[in-house]
């Protein structure tokens, strides 16, 4: 079935739709942001550490942690501190 597009005007709105999904994925992480700054008075990272160390209540070591948070162990210990 021909649906009268060629194969560019397809890829071109492939990443038309990817560039509108990052642009909203944005808007979502900045209002995220603002909403723990302002309601809570913490951070996403901040966050996500505390929900990492919610699932593991026997605790974790700095480095596993920095491995759950899937970042680098200088990041964690930044935001331990």
């Known amino acids: 079935m021909d649906t009268g597009k060629n194969e560019q005007d397809t890829e071109t709105e492939r990443l038309r739709l990817w560039l ?4 909203m994925a ?5 209002r995220l942001r603002r ?7 913490t951070t996403v990272p901040r966050f996500d550490m505390l929900a990492t ?3 593991h209540p026997e605790g974790l070591i700095m480095s596993a942690l920095s491995r759950e948070l899937k970042v680098a ?5 930044g935001v331990v501190n």
Request: net charge positive.
């Open 26 to 30: 944005r808007l979502i992480e900045n």
């Open 35 to 41: 909403l723990f700054r302002d309601e809570f008075g």
């Open 20 to 23: 509108r999904h990052m642009k």
């Open 73 to 77: 162990a200088s990041n964690t210990t």
């Open 53 to 55: 160390l919610n699932r």
